[in-house]
């Protein structure tokens, strides 16, 4: 015969055990949902990733200086990224024989180290090669790099360990650039840069770059307008055509025109 106390103790077990049930049930939907998440964060970052990009620009300009004798390049290349933040790439654009004797074109052959210390901070080191196929001066050139970069704005110092573009004894030669991009409008970017090259033993080749633009991506393609300038020395770097019919200060300020697509 069940006593009132047996009732009691009885109600009390079956609703007990009414609340583990429905705590288990909670703590295994719970997991479900985080495996989910990390899951589709894990498909949110592959183990390997390919990428592309193709442009045509009105000018080259490399550090402020035009690499075509101001007329247009086509330029692209392609990077390969492990999810462990290793990287290489490669990228090439035309190049003017006035600028490169016997040389048309410049291949660039980097790999590198990315890694985040904060969500929003990361770091980047690496080695780049520049490399002028068919040139008759010895302007290949190895640059290492270190790059920060916190939300919108980023520096980046690079330091050579070859001589500077066939220049003899400057090696150490260094650039540091600071930039910040900020989204203006939807898909629109505005950027700021400044740099200062140093080339070592030549201080007289030293100068301080500067460029402002303004892009958005429309989808088929990403349009850009740059202005772009350095305060150099115009006698040092202005060059003949490869007939010598006709020179140009490749350092002055202009508007360069681009259009991209990254795939």
Do not use: C
Not at 15 to 24: A, D, E, Q
Not at 65 to 85: E, L, N
Not at 200 to 209: A, F, H, K, M, S
């Amino acid at each position: 015969m069940m006593t009132e106390d047996n009732q009691y103790l009885v109600s009390t077990f079956n609703f007990k055990g009414n609340i583990m049930k429905k705590l288990i049930l909670a703590a295994a939907v719970a997991g479900v949902f985080v495996g989910s998440v990390a899951h589709a964060q894990e498909a949110a970052t592959p183990e390997h990733s390919f990428t592309g990009n193709v442009s045509v620009v009105t000018d080259y300009r490399f550090r402020g200086i035009s690499q075509t004798f101001k007329q247009p390049a086509v330029q692209g290349g392609f990077d390969y990224a492990h999810s462990s933040g290793f990287y290489v790439g490669n990228w090439n654009s035309n190049v003017s024989d006035a600028v490169f004797p016997g040389g048309n074109v410049e291949m660039d052959l980097y790999g590198g180290y990315k890694f985040n210390i904060t969500p929003d901070f990361a770091m980047d080191v690496g080695m780049l090669r520049y490399y002028y196929p068919g040139t008759n001066t010895s302007a290949n050139t190895t640059e290492a790099y270190v790059a920060g970069s916190y939300k919108w704005f980023s520096a980046k110092y690079s330091h050579t360990v070859t001589d500077f573009f066939g220049l003899d004894d400057t090696k150490g030669s260094g650039y540091l650039d600071l930039n910040a991009n900020f989204e203006v409008a939807e898909k629109t970017t505005l950027g700021f840069h400044v740099g200062h090259q140093k080339v070592r033993r030549n201080g007289d080749l030293d100068y301080t770059d500067y460029k402002v633009s303004l892009s958005r991506d429309f989808g088929f393609a990403t349009i850009g307008l740059a202005v772009i300038g350095t305060d150099a020395d115009a006698s040092k770097y202005t060059y003949p055509n490869a007939a010598g019919t006709k020179s140009k200060d490749l350092s002055g300020t202009a508007a360069v025109l681009s259009i991209s697509k990254s795939f």
